[in-house]
């Protein structure tokens, strides 16, 4: 068998017939006819291939982010005015362009994803998603740089070098990615999705008057643990569908906003958190025919962030020749916050 390696068949999917989850014609000698009907990705159809033994997971990764992408159609609804499902010709573009970032089970177990040419993992042995293969393979343009330390100047996030850390699924569990069958639009409103709290929870303690002072005063405004332990990260300003993508240069920046998110009931109740541009534009859909978003002030450019960057020691938190205190880092300057200077014309 070609690309099958032979321990597959020894595994539970490995004896289930080929044709079982692909179809085509098992009797046929020559590929064109054994091809016929042939279905090259059966996990697209997940409740007829998957659910009969993952029929939980299946029926709760109908409400993952990497199924359904609701998180695409609510931010472009809410700047058109209208949602593009019943429009065919619009979501005909969307699924030629933007829907072929969802991923499939095979796309993350089996395979690499198909947007980026797919290819077995293990000779088609099914296992947990690899962090370059399957993850960084979709999130190699910000995520995967900064995690892994690609961008010049910048250092490798500190959870890339402890056991277990180095693999997304460390902070980023299979919880999270099948869902608890919460359906939710937005990525940070999902309560299954990982905080820094969850492991570090005991860093609220008296020996660090900086965090008993900017995470959990009652005095002062509270800081997300990025706003101190982010490095700089990439923010991107236009792109464009009909293969135009990103249409200015990235650039690397850190900011700080105020935290109007509506995150409080999943626990994201800082005052001030780490915001990173995105690079939508008013005439981010022109190819499709929409010359303009009407409600483009719906949704903010800036946004919500949680960069994969996290040092204990940055620029931030680096007290040095400053009498320990943090007035030189941030409260001296205007470096870090996002303000009307940070914004592009159409912005304001």
Known sequence: MVYVTKNFLSTSHGTISCEGCHKGDPTAFEKAAAHVGIVAVPSADDQTYCDACHSQIVDNYATSLHKNQQGYFKRIENRLGY??????????????????????????HVSRPSSVNGGFLNGHNFGAPQ???????CHGSRVGPEYLGTNEGFVADVHRYKPGGGNCSFCHTGMEMHTSGVEVDYRYLSP????????????????NIYHRFHWKSPAVPSLSCQVCHSQPYKNCNGCHTG?????????????????EFGLEGVGRDYDYVTVRHIPVAPDTYASWGIADLPNYEAEPTWKY???????????????RNTGGTCADNCHKSNEYYLSTQDLLDYEV
């Open 243 to 259: 293969g135009a993508g990103i249409t200015g240069s990235s650039y690397m920046k850190l900011k700080i906003a105020k935290n």
């Open 192 to 207: 299954d999705m990982p905080r820094c709290e969850d492991c570090h929870a005991e860093s609220i303690d008296a020996d």
């Open 131 to 137: 962090r370059d293969n399957n993850c960084v393979a």
């Open 83 to 108: 949602s593009i499902k019943n429009d065919a010709t619009l979501m005909e573009h969307f699924n030629e362009e933007c829907g072929t970032c969802h991923a499939t089970c095979g796309q993350c």
């Open 305 to 319: 962030a949680t960069p994969h960057n996290i040092q204990r020691w940055t620029a931030q938190t680096d007290t």
